[in-house]
């Protein structure tokens, strides 16, 4: 038998069958970040309402709103079974019967890493076409809407989509022409921003199935989630990927896809009292400095948030009052603690769980 070696199509044996060549592990066809909904490291499966401070439910996924308290959103929501292949899904539940005003907006959606489009091309003239797929549950039938927005928001493309079955799960597939106008940023900012309407009015709705220099987040006519009182809306298997049709849904190791959702956030949960975990040194007074490395280099420096977390310095524990500065870098927690009285100059100390809801994240590296 013969056979001829070709890099890129694989192996060519004589009787013209083809052995293929290794998808490259190196390779991210989907741009989307936990599309199967597998990761909530902020909320462990509880259910949030979209309202006051809250901006991400699931990791990488947003929820954007105008009015507070209209919609909650839940990891596996429902306890619906998932479409084949997939353990979970994001769960929309609507909280009220609301009339959508004109200048209102209720969405989730993901923002994406310029860093991550950057073979797009968009907003030149060879900006590549792109195709987004997924797969939509909802109690209520009919149009559905959202957008793909540059990180200026102005300029976007809303688009449309059929639910015709209530409470089946429904696979989605829109084709979008890049856009070859805009600007499109290809650095560690906003690259793309994908939104899934749940109610917009006048102000965010626009006409489906082109780009325009205008902020929408949903398209025209779509139906409001929001305006029907417990109204659900589940979707997983988010995929975005080069090209004009669907593929299957890119599965990756749990532990690379937790390593992606890392990037923009880190948590670490401390169940029992008295873990001890993170170094620093006293440097006298009240003030005490320490050091945790991060798992992953995150997008940019984070600050860090402490929840339920003390000082021990051998001999007795201290409470934490605040931070006092923040020098952490993209790989490394690192800060001044004020804690509630003095420890001696130089004494080691460490960070502990003062009950087993302690831990410690991160903020500001989300897009």
């Not at 990180?151 to 209530?166: E, G, K, L």
């Not at 429904?170 to 309407?197: P, V």
């Not at 709705?205 to 025209?220: H, I, K, L, P």
């Not at 992606?260 to 975990?277: H, K």
Request: proline letters at 3%; charged letters at 10%.
């Amino acid at each position: 038998m013969t056979m001829t070696i070709d890099g890129s199509l694989g192996v060519t044996f004589n009787d013209t069958s083809l052995q293929p060549a290794a998808a490259s592990p190196y390779v991210l066809k989907n741009k989307i970040i936990n599309g199967d909904m597998r990761i909530d490291q902020r909320n462990a499966g509880a259910s949030v309402s979209a309202a006051g401070s809250v901006g991400y439910s699931l990791d990488r996924w947003f929820v954007g709103y105008t009015v507070d308290s209209k919609f909650t959103v839940q990891q596996n929501a429902g306890s619906v079974t998932p479409p084949t292949g997939f353990s979970n899904y994001l769960g929309v539940t609507s909280s009220s019967a609301y009339s959508v005003g004109s200048g209102d907006t209720f969405q989730i959606g993901q923002i994406i890493e310029g860093l991550n489009i950057a073979d797009l091309g968009w907003g030149t003239a060879n900006a590549k076409t792109i195709t987004l797929s997924f797969q939509v549950y909802s109690s209520l039938t009919g149009t559905f809407g959202g957008a793909l927005r540059n990180s200026a928001v102005d300029r976007s493309y809303p688009f449309t989509y059929t639910v015709s079955s209530a409470n089946t799960w429904t696979t989605i597939s829109i084709t979008i022409a890049g856009d070859t106008s805009g600007t499109w940023l290809t650095t560690n900012g906003i690259g793309i921003r994908i939104t899934f309407g749940l109610g917009a009015g006048s102000t965010y709705s626009g006409t489906a199935g082109s780009w325009v220099g205008a902020n929408y987040t949903s398209a025209t006519g779509a139906t409001s989630v929001v305006g029907t009182n417990g109204a659900k809306f589940y979707i997983t298997g988010v995929q975005l990927e080069i090209g004009t049709s669907a593929t299957p849904f890119e599965r990756r190791l749990y532990g690379q896809e937790l390593a992606n959702c890392q990037r923009y956030y880190w948590q670490q949960n401390y169940t029992q009292a008295n873990n001890r975990f993170g170094m620093g040194t006293a440097g006298g007074s009240v003030t005490d400095g320490f050091q945790i490395s991060l798992p992953v280099p995150m997008r940019t420096t984070p600050s860090v948030v402490f929840s339920n977390v003390g000082l021990y310095d051998g001999t007795s524990t201290f409470t934490i009052s605040s931070i006092g500065a923040n020098y952490s870098t993209p790989t490394l927690l690192s800060a001044l603690i004020n804690n509630s009285s003095s420890i001696t100059a130089g004494k080691s100390v460490q960070l502990y769980a003062i009950n087993s809801s302690a831990s410690v994240s991160t903020s500001g590296a989300e897009l």
